[in-house]
Structure formats: C-alpha cells, structure tokens
C-alpha cells in the first residue's frame, strides 16, 4: 500500500492561521505593537533569496513586523556583527535570524560567530551555545526550528514516538544533533547516522521514525525502509543532472517531464520509490519546510512574550 502523505504545508497553515496569529493579534492589543522579527540576508545566494522571501511572507501574514536587513557580498564580518549588535539592543525587533550560508568570502569561522553574537533570548533560529545548552538540559529553551517542525508533525499526526525506535541520518547542528535529542527527550531509542556508518541501509531498517538530513538527493531507497515506518525527508536538493533525475523518477513520470523543461528538480533525500514500503511519508516540497517556517513564527512570538514578561516586573 501506498505510504500515507504528511501534508507538512496544510499542517503549516492551519498552525499560522488558526493559533499563532490570534496570539499576535492578542499581543498588539496588549502591548501596542506586532512581534518584530528581523531577517539578516548578506549577499544573494539564490536559495537564500526564497528561503527569506517565504519567511518574510509568513511573518507579515501572521501579523508581526518583519525586517528584511540586506548586507552586499563584499561585506565584512565586522559589518554584520556591527548590525547584529544593534539588532540586539532593538526595541522593535524580539527575533534575529542572519540567514546561513553567509558568503565563503567573510572566513571559514563566520556564521559561528555570528551566531554566536545573537542575544540568546532573540535566538529564534535556535543556534546560540545558551540555547543549544538548555535544550541538551531539557530545559526551556528557543529550539531550532526544523527538528521542532518534525515533533509537531509526529505529535499532530499521532505517530508515536514513546519506545519506538528513530533513526536520524545526518548529524548536522542544525538539523541531525537536535532531532536526534529531541526524539529521545520523547523516549524514543535513536541512532544517530551519518557518511561512515557501516551498512546504512541495514541500520535504518530497523527504524520505526527515519530522518533522513542528508542533504544527498534520493539516498534513502526502498531498503532502508522497514514497511510501515514513518519517513520524514528533511532535503531539499536541486537537483541538474539529467541521469540522477532520471534515476530518481521513472519515464513518463511528471516531474521528469517537469525537469526536461526547467533544467532542474527540487528532490529530497528520500528516493520516490519509498512511497512503496513506507506508512507515511513527508513530500517534498510540501513536507518538513513549510513547518520549519511556523516554528520561526512560534519562536518568535515566545520570544516576544518572555520579553514583554521581562520587562514588567510582577
Ligand atoms: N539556512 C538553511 N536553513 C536555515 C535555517 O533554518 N536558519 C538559518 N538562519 N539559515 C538557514
């Protein structure tokens, strides 16, 4: 049987609409001003241009404030630092998110020190040391947004997680660490993955919940797949390679046909043919993306709320 589609951009709106925004709509009457959210974009990476265009989007529907700061790709790190500082002391702004990658010409180490300057209580993307530490603790924390998109999708779509057995593939901060953390502090058994992991496919077969975070298109094949399982497919790769789209899709298929007209296929790191075996399975696009997105909303009107709290003493 055909695995169940977790419709990711359906679960997206319905959050957006029907709970963040009355809490925003809330929050300006009670405090005479929108959530602020401020957007950090250096240079003009294409794929940075609309991952910010839809987050931009997203906050303006919700009903925050939501700034768009752009820095030239000649930048220095000086100069972003210099803007995340006065971010930071921003009485509109309750959110800062400086967009990754940064441009390769501003050093090996930048993002982490950009990141690192973000004051930990505007840390909506969740990347600060302080706020990574209290996740580690179980403690309340702004937790970066694509793993807690996932646990949303699993808790809303009634997946259990409690004793069951996850496989995370990929080990990123962003994605692969955290997701792995959070499935265990919901008493799930995880098994962290990655590029050296002997027998990829036999490991992930045992997997009850698969993350596949991989950023490789169509690594994860009907084999690493126990029938059943629950497949979330974290990638989003474009792929330009008429022989790797042609083994991903089967000829007549419409997104081949779609891929000989444009050049190009936006594919994740689960291969098509997962759909056989898998219970239920995310789409991309459609799946994991449009939750990341709400879980940036959702941080950002705690962060706006904690320091709105802070601010009044009781
Ligand atoms: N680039 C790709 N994903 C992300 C994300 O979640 N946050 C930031 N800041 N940059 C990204």
Redo the contacts with the bound molecule.
């Keep these: 049987m055909a695995a169940r589609m977790l419709d990711g951009q359906a679960l997206a709106v319905r959050i957006q609409q029907q709970e963040i925004k009355p809490k925003v709509t809330q929050f300006i009457r009670e405090h005479g001003r929108p959530p602020g959210l401020a957007i950090v974009l250096v240079g003009d990476n294409p794929a940075s241009e609309v991952?910010v265009r839809n987050k931009l989007k997203s906050g303006s529907e919700v009903g925050f404030r939501a700034d768009l700061e752009r820095l030239p790709a000649t930048t220095t790190l000086a100069d972003v630092l210099t803007l995340v500082e006065r971010l930071n002391r921003s009485d509109a702004h309750d959110g800062i998110?400086?967009?990754?990658p940064l441009p390769k010409a501003l050093g090996p180490d930048a993002a982490q020190r950009v990141f690192d300057a973000i004051a930990p209580e505007k840390d909506v993307?969740g990347f600060t040391p302080a706020n990574v530490g209290l996740m580690v603790q179980n403690r309340p924390a702004l937790i970066a947004?694509?793993p807690s998109g996932i646990i949303e999708l699993l808790v809303r779509e009634k997946i259990p997680i409690a004793g069951r057995h996850a496989a995370v593939v990929g080990r990123s901060d962003?994605v692969g660490k955290p997701m792995a953390l959070l499935l265990m502090q919901r008493d799930a058994t995880v098994t962290i993955c990655h590029s050296k992991t002997p027998d990829l496919a036999a490991v992930c077969r045992q997997a009850d919940i698969l993350v596949a975070a991989t950023g490789r298109a169509g690594l994860v094949r009907k084999e690493f797949v126990k029938p059943g399982a629950t497949v979330i497919d974290v990638g989003m790769n474009t792929v330009t390679d008429p022989a790797v789209a042609a083994d991903l899709f089967p000829d007549g298929h419409p997104r081949l046909a779609r891929f000989r007209e444009r050049g190009s296929v936006l594919v994740g790191d689960v291969h098509p043919e997962v759909a056989e075996v898998a219970g239920a399975l995310t789409p991309v696009p459609g799946g994991v993306g449009p939750l990341?997105i709400t879980m940036l909303m959702m941080n950002t009107l705690r962060a706006a709320e904690s320091r709105v709290a802070r601010a009044v003493p009781r």
């Design positions: 991952y998110l400086v967009q990754s993307d947004c694509t962003i990341t």
